[in-house]
């Protein structure tokens, strides 16, 4: 062979981009692989099932003709083609359709399966629905305690309120020595005892804060003519009786 002249118009025609020729083999390369898949479907010996399925599907495809022999006796009876069927023509035109099985599982299971499937989706949205509610009730014991807790903390301070005005009260009428040790806010104590040996005592710690607020509220009332919720002293009960809307917060709201 001659040796190619690399100066010729055919070399110099050439594209010669870098990358160029690595793109040309991979788009061949696809083609080739496509071509023998095409070649291997053409090739390759259909199954039975896959025959059985073609001639039913053109069986089905064709219309009825005068050889059948239920054809036949329709139109006996004055069917045409294309005709609904019953008296007044208000039956069915197309014939009902033929569902093949083709699996291998028995009468029903395709029932079966189709409930157990709903079962599981009503399962899923039950335990969907329970879940919502935990949650909506979870928000609502907070929102529950959150609320108890602020309103513990309004009382301990109305509480702290009347034992300091009960103290000034009391001073001022010579009162050495308060009713109840409760009664005025206590003086901290350099050495505090354990809170067990505090725990064991049966004092009057023993009531809540609102027993207290509300004892200590009728005792500001009745011995001094005191409202802790108006801030005022009255002249004699029936001046704070007259005057005052009551000897609880919600009254004076």
Request: glycine share 6%.
């Amino acid at each position: 062979d001659e040796e190619e002249d690399y100066m010729s118009d055919l070399f110099i025609k050439q594209d010669v981009r870098p990358g160029l020729p690595m793109v040309r083999r991979g788009k061949e390369a696809i083609q080739k692989e496509e071509k023998q898949k095409e070649a291997n479907e053409k090739n390759r010996q259909k199954s039975i099932k896959e025959e059985e399925k073609e001639r039913r599907d053109l069986v089905l495809k064709s219309a009825l003709g005068n050889e059948n022999k239920g054809f036949a006796l329709l139109q006996k009876m004055g069917y045409k083609s294309g005709q609904a069927l019953g008296k007044t023509g208000e039956g069915i035109i197309e014939p009902i359709p033929l569902n093949i099985k083709t699996g291998i599982s028995g009468l029903g299971h395709e029932e079966l399966k189709k409930r157990k499937a709903e079962e599981k989706l009503e399962n899923y949205r039950q335990k969907l629905h329970m879940k919502k509610q935990a949650n909506e009730q979870a928000a609502d014991q907070f929102r529950v305690r959150f609320k108890t807790k602020q309103e513990e903390r309004k009382m301990e301070g109305d509480l702290r309120k009347s034992q300091r005005a009960c103290q000034q009260l009391d001073m001022q009428k010579d009162i050495d020595v308060p009713k109840e040790t409760w009664f005025w806010i206590e003086p901290e104590e350099e050495d505090k005892k354990d809170e067990e040996d505090k725990e064991d005592e049966c004092t009057s710690s023993d009531l809540s804060v609102s027993e207290k607020l509300h004892i200590l509220t009728a005792y500001l009332r009745e011995e001094h003519f005191y409202c802790i919720w108006c801030g005022t002293t009255y002249e004699d009960s029936e001046d704070l009786s007259s005057n005052c809307p009551g000897d609880s917060a919600a009254d004076h709201d």
